[in-house]
């Protein structure tokens, strides 16, 4: 989900995205034989294929929006080059690496993978796979002069969604035309645009704070009116900025909001906040009366002191910089006692049980088994099919980690058929061909409908 962004001046503010990452397939191994003139038995110099890329992200200040990242969804790393003979190994695939903003969250169905805060926070998405070993590192005391060689690893691959929710310590909240850019243009180096009508800023602006040797970051989050919560105005948009902020300031117009009076104002914002997210409504809050210079401010203000109690509440005027100090000096004082735990975290489903070693059989409609599980495939995914001595030793491996046991359990006859992952496979008790180490039972025929390998 996106959503439509500022798109007065050129900038698109979007803080959300939905991408397709895929990193890098880790290159072949090579399966090669050193041949030199007067060197006879030049023994295996197959070498490793380079590792893939894979796929970063890098939070830093310098972005401010998730807009490139939105529109450039499908995001890819380089593959890694295959080894060659004479033991050369192949190049590494490119780590692509993107800048997201600070306040960016990663997640996976659900599931929290990052939370991207400190400025050149660096996170792998999703891993490059390793390179296949070349048939050097199949040589043993029994079999010295091995073809087998692994294809590579392929990279991670799968969507993710990305969340910003801009970091700062202050919101400033408040009806449209309350004069909260005005406000943060005034103390920070921020220039939002400000302008006598309603929903000047279509969205939030950040600035940096410094006030008595204390900084803190402030948000203004526009386009706050009744209903926003449930998608009047901006809507929502732009709530969700203020969830991770410590405290809010909530500037109120003495001159109210159309029909609505300072009081009633200050309840209907409130309310939103609370019906956006319950936490906002526990968030420490401090009132600002803003536009101290105009005749009716000073009796808002006293009225708003009388009627919440609960509040403190300030007499600022953001224009000609009255009593904005005074709000200052409270901000940095409050902002150190604000608990960490106390502040939103993001939404997160329960991380997906590591599937580890494990594979599962099942039994398809068409009566062939199903085996599944990550470690296996994986193997699948790594076996070159083209050589027979890697067919030898995926049989032996399928043997070792249990598979032939579990099929005949779940009662497999000669002639089912097994899937893995995109390849099928024959099942059969047939005996060893000749000419092979008799350990090992031949439990499986190559059977493979892609590539045609009978
Ligand atoms: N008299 C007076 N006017 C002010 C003061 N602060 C802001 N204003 C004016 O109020 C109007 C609205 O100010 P903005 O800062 O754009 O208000 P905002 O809250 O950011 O409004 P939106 O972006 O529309 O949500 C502008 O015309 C400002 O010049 C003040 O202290 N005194
Ligand atoms: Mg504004």
New binding site residues.
């Given amino acids: 989900m996106s959503n439509p962004g500022d798109r007065r001046g050129g900038a698109v503010f979007i803080d959300t995205a939905h991408v397709y990452l895929k990193a890098g397939k880790g290159g072949n191994g090579a399966s090669s034989f050193r041949r030199e003139k007067y060197i006879p038995y030049g023994g295996p110099d197959g070498g490793h294929g380079g590792r893939g890329g894979s796929v970063w992200f890098v939070a830093t200040s310098n972005v401010t929006t998730l807009r490139e990242i939105a529109f450039h969804p499908h995001i890819t790393a380089g593959d890694g080059s295959p080894g060659g003979g004479n033991r050369r190994d192949g190049a590494y695939g490119e780590d692509k690496t993107l800048y997201v903003p600070l306040g960016t969250v990663v997640k996976r169905d659900g599931a929290v993978l990052a939370d991207l805060k400190e400025e050149g926070q660096r996170f792998c998405v999703a891993k490059g796979g390793r390179g296949g070993r070349g048939n050097t590192a199949f040589k043993t005391r029994f079999n010295t002069a091995p073809k087998i060689s692994e294809n590579g690893e392929p990279g991670e691959e799968f969507e993710a969604w990305l969340e910003l929710s801009v970091l700062a310590d202050v919101g400033?909240v408040?009806?449209?035309?309350?004069?909260?850019?005005?406000?943060?243009?005034a103390v920070s180096a921020a220039r939002?645009?400000?302008?006598?009508?309603?929903?000047?800023?279509?969205s939030p602006n950040i600035g940096m704070v410094a006030h008595k040797g204390k900084g803190f970051a402030a948000a203004?989050i526009?386009?706050?009116i009744e209903g926003a919560h449930e998608g009047k105005g901006l809507g929502d948009l732009f709530l969700k900025h203020v969830l991770r902020t410590k405290l809010l300031v909530h500037?109120v117009?003495p001159a109210g909001f159309g029909d609505l009076k300072p009081e009633k104002a200050v309840r209907v914002i409130e309310k939103e906040l609370k019906e956006f997210h319950p936490l906002l409504a526990k968030k420490t809050t401090l009132l600002a009366v803003?536009?101290?210079?105009?005749p009716e401010a000073e009796a808002v203000h006293a009225l708003l002191a009388k009627k919440f109690k609960k509040r403190e509440v300030f007499l600022?005027?953001?224009?000609?910089g009255?009593g904005v100090p005074r709000l200052l000096d409270r901000i940095i004082k409050l902002l150190p006692s604000i608990k960490e735990e106390e502040l939103y975290k993001p939404e997160s489903a329960p991380a997906p049980a590591a599937r580890r070693g494990g594979f599962s059989v099942e039994r398809a409609g068409d009566g062939a088994f199903l085996v599944s599980g990550p470690r296996i495939e994986k193997l699948i995914a790594m076996t070159n099919f083209a050589q027979p001595d890697s067919w030898d030793r995926l049989r032996r491996i399928f043997r070792t980690i249990g598979l032939d046991k579990a099929l005949k359990k779940a009662g497999a006859v000669e002639g089912d058929m097994v899937r893995v992952g995109p390849r099928e496979f024959e099942w059969s008790d047939a005996a060893l061909p000749t000419g092979r180490p008799s350990k090992f039972a031949y439990k499986y025929r190559k059977f493979d409908p892609d590539s045609g390998i009978a």
Avoid at 290 to 294: E, G, I, S, T
């Fill in positions: 400033l408040g009806f449209p035309n309350a004069g909260k850019s005005t406000l943060l243009a939002p645009k400000i302008a006598g009508y309603p929903f000047t800023t279509l203004d526009p386009g706050l500037l117009d803003n536009k101290a210079d105009l600022i005027s953001a224009a000609t009255k």
